[in-house]
């Protein structure tokens, strides 16, 4: 292949083939790889997300219903409380004395309720007196004023509904006033109505611990931070775990309306939770999305190590498939460029069995028809200034007799012949449209002023005169037509149509007409002569159709087949001559022809 420098650039680069080859391997190569990866990538991050969240979501349920559990054991020893005599009567007690009478009955109530959840931290009996019973602590007389308790829960009147207060301390305790419990609360009655109180059940905060600790969120190991369970009540308290360092008390405060949530060193979590309806309490998972999404990091890299070095070697093939199409279609582009130059001895080398190499095959055999066609319109040319000398040198001869012809007509003008005259004028100003140009094409009007011409030559002859009309309008005789064929089909009238039936009482009569179909133009030359009997009509219409060229240039036929004959040759097989005959009525010659606006052809 010869090098590409110095071809012409007949397109820029992002139009070429090159460019476009390169680009749709590209699309088809390195689209779907992306694509592919990203799609994985995203299905796995999406498939791992929502699997996390139904796990999560699974154990949250779960322990919802611990709770829901625990709950119900609490509501069971208020239900028990709310039924017991003893309860009942210290509940309606005003006296001292009985109060302190009411404390062996009361423990021995307390002790079977106690046995229900044996974990709590102390059971507290209010009456409306302000006298106090406990069960599993000592009190400190000089803090058990419950009523005035900030955490203690305003109930409805005449309401059994019970409440889990926030965390708060204990400063009714002797022993554990600064620990922190939370405490189910709820009004109990005696059994006449008329009194009521409060039934305070207090619990550590590591209760919650002893229900989750078989739970996979719940395990909150110091320094493993990824995964843990919160437990907050509805004012954002946290209950469970204790303390676990890393997010601030203000965030835990909407953690049923979050879905991340950022620790004290910046690290984001993800969050799904659930909401206890029956106690209140908020149960929450957190996740550390760079530990949760470490599985999918490794596969997106792994798609990356996957993906990147696909591309690259998808980009080579494109490229080298690129060229290698792209480079023989220049290759051929360049030869042409050449032969549009003139230069026809390039041809193309390239050894290829494809399409290409038929191309090439296509471009070397069009070359040397090209070849063959420039030395034949050369030898062509050559003849063609040949022919045009030897009819300049003919032009004499008719030269001659044109002036001999009005030398004759001076002296007919001399001796007063006038028809003699006249004819002799008439012959002249035909001979002399004959020689006086070379153009194949004149106007219609031309055309008919030769017809004119000739008919005027044979009303001398003839001892009676030819009758004539040409009745076309001046649209059609300002258009073009070939030179001579209305005069050869005049002239075949006369000799052959009017000629046999001339005398001096008949001489004949013959119409021209024309008018327009669409582009068509149609001139009609009609003689009222002896006409054709079917055998000579069907003989010139096979002639016309099939044999006027050939009997034209070798069977020295002029006349109509001759006008045939140039008529194709000028504008193609659609246009032509048409006759129509019958014995004793003569012929009618239609002409078609294309409507021409100027000499198109010359």
């Known amino acids: 292949m010869e090098p590409l420098k110095g071809r012409p650039a007949a397109v820029t680069f992002i139009h070429s083939i090159f460019f476009k080859l390169l680009i749709c391997f590209l699309l088809l190569s390195i689209v779907p790889l992306t694509l592919a990866g990203l799609l994985t990538y995203s299905n796995v991050s999406d498939l791992l997300t929502r699997k996390l969240d139904k796990d999560a979501s699974s154990v949250l349920d779960q322990h919802s219903k611990v709770l829901t559990f625990y709950l119900n054991d609490l509501i069971r020893m208020g239900e028990i409380s709310n039924t017991s005599p003893a309860v009942s009567d210290f509940l309606k007690n005003k006296d001292y004395d009985n109060y302190l009478r009411s404390f062996l009955p009361l423990d021995q109530v307390f002790t079977g309720i106690h046995v229900i959840r044996p974990e709590n931290a102390g059971i507290t009996l209010v009456n409306e007196q302000g006298y106090v019973y406990t069960y599993g602590y000592s009190l400190n007389r000089e803090h058990s004023g419950f009523y005035h308790f900030n955490w203690i829960p305003q109930l409805p009147p005449l309401s059994i509904e019970h409440r889990l207060t926030p965390l708060h301390d204990r400063p009714y305790s002797n022993q554990e006033a600064q620990e922190q419990v939370f405490s189910y609360v709820q009004q109990v009655f005696s059994r006449d109505l008329k009194a009521k109180g409060l039934l305070i059940i207090d619990f550590k905060r590591d209760v919650l611990a002893s229900l989750f600790q078989s739970s996979s969120l719940s395990h909150n190991v110091p320094g493993e931070t990824e995964i843990g369970l919160l ?26 309306m979050a879905e991340r949530i950022t620790d004290l060193n910046g690290d984001v979590y993800r969050l799904v939770t659930r909401t206890n309806d029956e106690t209140g309490l908020i149960l929450t998972g957190y996740f550390q999305e760079d530990k949760l999404y470490e599985p999918i990091h490794r596969i997106r890299n792994s798609v990356y190590w996957i993906i990147l070095p696909s591309i690259a070697f998808c980009l080579l093939v494109s490229f080298y498939l690129s060229h290698r199409i792209s480079g023989p279609i220049r290759y051929l582009q360049y030869l042409m460029g050449k032969v549009g130059r003139g230069e026809f001895y390039s041809l193309f080398k390239l050894k290829r069995k494809d399409e290409i190499g038929q191309l090439g095959l296509g471009f070397n055999h069009m070359v040397e028809k090209i070849k063959e066609l420039i030395q034949l319109v050369y030898e062509e040319q050559s003849k063609k200034r040949d022919a045009e000398v030897t009819a300049l040198q003919s032009q004499i001869n008719p030269h001659f007799l044109y002036n001999t012809l009005e030398s004759i007509n001076s002296l007919a003008r001399k001796r007063k012949e006038p028809q003699i005259s006249k004819m002799i004028v008439l012959l002249g100003k035909l001979l002399r449209a004959s020689i006086s140009t070379f153009d194949t094409m004149i106007p219609i009007w ?73 582009d068509a133009v149609y001139l009609q030359v009609r003689d009222y002569g002896v006409g054709l009997d079917k055998a000579a009509l069907k003989e010139l219409r096979h002639n016309l159709e099939y044999h006027s060229e050939n009997l034209t240039k070798y069977g020295q036929k002029v006349g109509i087949l001759n006008v045939q004959s140039r008529i194709r040759l000028h504008f193609g097989e659609t246009y032509g001559l048409s006759v129509d005959s019958a014995p004793q009525q003569g012929m009618n010659v239609t002409i078609k022809l294309p409507r021409r606006f100027g000499n198109e052809n010359n």
């Open 231 to 256: 437990i907050t009540n509805s004012s954002g308290q946290l209950l469970y775990p204790q303390d676990t360092g890393l997010f601030r008390p203000e965030e835990l405060k909407n953690l049923n």
């Open 446 to 518: 031309r055309e008919l002023e030769y017809a004119a011409c000739y008919l005027e030559l044979h009303q001398i002859r003839l001892k009676k005169p030819i009758q004539y009309s040409i009745d076309i309008d001046e649209e059609i005789r300002s258009l073009f037509t070939v030179k001579w064929i209305i005069q050869p089909i005049v002239e075949n009238a006369v000799l052959h149509g009017l000629d046999p039936i001339a005398s001096e009482e008949v001489s004949g009569r013959i119409e021209i007409k024309g008018w327009l179909e669409q």
